[in-house]
């Protein structure tokens, strides 16, 4: 069921409020933000800007604004980073791997051929060759 909550319960709640979390594009219904644990660099999310747990309780509108970030991240994404593919998926609830269960929002992480390495199989480890303050930045000149 979808609830109002203030802004020190939900990570998507507080973007739009707090300075240090990496927000690139808001729109009325949606925000596209930089992964602060990313699988990848250029790793993104786009989340509606209403505190909404499930897809299927959202308006078209809100969902079409959520997914038309998608496609603009993927685009700029492809300009900075030239990824040779994407996943790109929505874990819907806890037991789905949502970390955010109470606000639905969709992953962007960028592929490249042969991007896997020993460590995270050895060291259970990801290795990220950007600060994501660059990350950030790369992307915003890219969706302007």
């Known amino acids: 069921m979808s609830s109002a909550r203030t802004t020190d319960t939900c990570f998507f709640c507080s973007c739009r409020t707090l300075e240090t979390i990496p927000v690139l594009v808001t729109t009325d219904l949606a925000m596209l933000v930089v992964n602060s644990f990313p699988y990848a660099v250029g790793h993104v999310m786009a989340a509606p800007t209403r505190h909404r ?77 950007e600060a994501i303050e660059i990350t950030f930045q790369r992307l915003v000149a890219a969706l302007a």
């Open 53 to 129: 747990s499930n897809i299927e309780e959202a308006p078209l509108d809100e969902v079409s604004d959520v997914f038309a970030l998608v496609q603009r991240a993927i685009r700029a994404i492809q300009r900075v980073y030239n990824a040779d593919g994407f996943n790109i998926g929505l874990n819907q609830g806890r037991i789905a791997g949502a970390a955010i269960p109470g606000h639905y929002h969709v992953h962007v992480v960028p592929r490249w051929n042969g991007d896997t390495s020993f460590m995270p199989v050895i060291a259970g480890t990801r290795v990220i060759p």
